[in-house]
C-alpha cells in the first residue's frame, strides 16, 4: 500500500521539485512557473514557462494560449536583445479590464540552431526537388541559422505539443481542454510554425495568431521556391471557418519588408475559404519592423481577436 502511494505521488514530488528549483521569471502581472528541461520523446528537451493571471484559481477555467519562443515572452533582461513580447503586462491588462477570456499562457522555449528546422513545415518541404533543397540549405547556412543539411523537423515538435505537453498542461491545471480555448502564436518563423499546427491538428487549435509570417522561409525573394510551396499548402489544408480564427499581420521594414505582398496572396486564399471578419483578420503596419518591440505594441490586437467571449 506504501509503494502504491509512492508510485501515486511520484509525480506530483518531480513537479514540486522541477518547479522549486527553476529560476525565478520577473513579471508584471501575474507569475510564471518555469518546467526546465522538459522531456520529450520527439524532440530536444527544453524549458516551459506556464504564465498564470493574477488571482489564478482551481476553482475557474481557463483557456490555453500556446507560443513559441518562450525565452522572448516575459523579461526583456534575459532576453539576448534585451526586448520581449511582455505578454504578461499586456495579457494582464486586457484580464483586468474584461477585453479577454480568462487564460493562461504556455511558452515554449526554441531550440536555438534547431529552431529553424523545428518551425519549417515539414510537409511543404518535401515538396520541394534536391536541387531546391540545397538552394534553401545553402541560404540558412550563410545565415548561420543552422550547422549541416537543412531537414525540418516541424512534424515532431507539434507530436510533442500534442500528445506531450498538452496532455500535461491539461493535468496541471485548470484549463478547458476543447478546441474552443486551445490557441497558438508566434512570430516569423514562429508564425509559419503557428498556421502549420492548425492546419496539422484542426482538432486541437481553435485560433492561430500568425504576426510577421516568415513567408519566405529563408532570407530572399528571387527564386525562392518556397512561399509558392507554402501558399499551395495553405490552400489545401486551411481548416473550416466556421470553427477556427485566424490572424495575420506584417509591417514593412527589416525582414518585414518581404511579406506584405505574400500576405496579401494568402489573404486572398483565405477569403476564398470562406473566412470572414468574423474569424479572420489580416493586419498590415506601415513602418513596423521585425522585432519583438513591434511585435509587443500590437499584441494586444491578436489576444483581443482570439480571446474575447
Excluded at 116 to 129: A, G, I, L, R, V
Excluded at 230 to 237: I, P
Amino acid at each position: 500500500m506504501l509503494f502504491q502511494m509512492t508510485k501515486k505521488l511520484f509525480p506530483l514530488l518531480l513537479l514540486i521539485i522541477t518547479m522549486t528549483n527553476a529560476q525565478e521569471v520577473k513579471v508584471s502581472s501575474g507569475k510564471v512557473e518555469r518546467f526546465e528541461n522538459f522531456k520529450s520523446k520527439y524532440v530536444d528537451a527544453r524549458n516551459i514557462d506556464v504564465w498564470l493571471p493574477d488571482g489564478y484559481s482551481n476553482n475557474q477555467k481557463y483557456a490555453v494560449l500556446y507560443m513559441h519562443d518562450g525565452q522572448m515572452l516575459y523579461d526583456a533582461e534575459s532576453a539576448w536583445n534585451k526586448q520581449s513580447w511582455e505578454i504578461d503586462e499586456i495579457a494582464g491588462t486586457l484580464l483586468s479590464e474584461n477585453k479577454i477570456r480568462n487564460c493562461i499562457v504556455v511558452g515554449i522555449w526554441n531550440n536555438g540552431q534547431k529552431r529553424h528546422q523545428e518551425y519549417f513545415p515539414q510537409k511543404p518541404f518535401s515538396k520541394f526537388s534536391d536541387a531546391q533543397k540545397e538552394f534553401i540549405s545553402n541560404d540558412l547556412l550563410k545565415k548561420g541559422k543552422i550547422n549541416t543539411v537543412f531537414n525540418p523537423i516541424s512534424d515532431n515538435y507539434l507530436q510533442f505539443l500534442v500528445t506531450e505537453l498538452k496532455p500535461f498542461i491539461d493535468q496541471t491545471y485548470s484549463v478547458k481542454t476543447d478546441q474552443a480555448n486551445t490557441f497558438i502564436a508566434g512570430s516569423s518563423m514562429g508564425g509559419l510554425i503557428s498556421m502549420y499546427a492548425i492546419c496539422e491538428y484542426p482538432r486541437i487549435f481553435g485560433g492561430a495568431a500568425c504576426l510577421s509570417t516568415h513567408w519566405t522561409g529563408i532570407y530572399q525573394l528571387n527564386d525562392n521556391p518556397i512561399p509558392e510551396v507554402l501558399l499551395t499548402y495553405l490552400k489545401t489544408n486551411l481548416p473550416n471557418p466556421k470553427n477556427h480564427k485566424l490572424y495575420f499581420d506584417c509591417g514593412d521594414k527589416t525582414l518585414d519588408s518581404l511579406y506584405p505582398s505574400l500576405q496579401k496572396r494568402a489573404d486572398v486564399i483565405i477569403q476564398k475559404k470562406g473566412y470572414t471578419t468574423a474569424n479572420w483578420t489580416s493586419q498590415y503596419f506601415p513602418g513596423k519592423d521585425h522585432t519583438e518591440k513591434a511585435w509587443q505594441e500590437r499584441l494586444h490586437i491578436p489576444l483581443e481577436f482570439l480571446l474575447k467571449d
